[in-house]
């Protein structure tokens, strides 16, 4: 969805430069756009919330919004950490309900109606160092940037196994679903899918993200291709592959 369209009620705002989401619950929590021409290169919040109809052949999100409110929107310097303070400006400009007074993003991980039955093993933990330099610098330290974590390496508990290259997002609650992780490093050529699940945390100053599984459980998972279709059964197969006692403890 990157470099995605978004069109306003009467005329095109810019395209969608970043994603920033919530690394405790893996929720997009704003769309970055940058404007362009338009306002000067200017990048803009928004929240997936205002999104509209989305035109798969244009590429392109509709929004519920005119380009004058845009341009009276907060100056946020989206290139610095992005803070409670600068969230709650633009949600009080529009005159919105932030997504932490509402019920809007619940549970994470995406829907799966009832194919995920184990409650989330996401361990929060991290290094005191991370949270202590967001909010040195006025940010959120669960507020990380798509941008910024591909090409982040995957550590598996007994080593590394590849980095991010990309992230499959549920567009129903804009939860991410998987990681896409390229395992080209370690074996020639694979590329596996990673479940949110399975993520012990986010290591900003190394680059690292650690998961709770081994590399032999990564190593045996299926492969991926971005033209698979990433269906009902395929989800079935990946989490019977996962839970499955033959492969060790469950993540």
């Known amino acids: 969805m990157n470099g995605y369209a978004i069109q306003a009620i009467d005329g095109r705002i810019g395209t ?30 928004l929240p997936p919330s205002v999104l509209g109809h989305i035109d798969l ?60 039955t184990a409650s989330p093993s996401l361990d929060v933990e991290r290094q005191e160092a991370d949270v202590a330099d967001a909010l040195r610098a006025g940010g ?33 609650d804009w939860s991410i679903h998987y ?3 390229d395992t ?21 100053a190394s680059e690292i993200v650690t998961l709770n599984v081994d590399r032999q459980r990564v190593k045996d998972s299926p492969a991926y291709e971005s033209a698979m279709s990433v269906d009902r059964t395929f989800e079935r197969n990946f989490h019977n592959y996962y839970t499955d006692g033959r492969h060790g ?3």
């Open 16 to 45: 969608i430069s970043d994603f920033l989401f919530d690394d405790a619950t893996w929720l997009i929590r704003w769309l970055v756009v940058d404007t362009g021409s338009w306002l000067s290169g200017r990048r803009v919040l």
């Open 140 to 172: 959120d330290p669960h507020l990380r940037s798509i941008a910024a974590v591909t090409g982040y390496h995957i550590q598996a508990s007994d080593g590394e196994i590849g980095h991010i290259e990309d992230f499959l997002v549920q567009e129903a």
């Open 57 to 116: 052949k244009k590429e392109e999100f509709s929004v519920r919004l005119t380009m004058q409110e845009v341009t009276d929107s907060p100056n946020i310097d989206t290139e610095q950490p992005v803070s409670r303070q600068m969230e709650s400006q633009v949600y009080n400009h529009y005159g919105w309900s932030p997504y932490w007074g509402t019920d809007f993003y619940i549970g994470g991980y995406g829907d799966m109606s009832g194919v995920l």
């Open 249 to 251: 403890d469950r993540t």
């Open 179 to 181: 990681l896409v992780v």
């Open 184 to 204: 080209r490093n370690w074996w020639l050529g694979k590329k596996v899918l990673i479940s949110p699940r399975s993520a012990r945390g986010i290591d900003w």
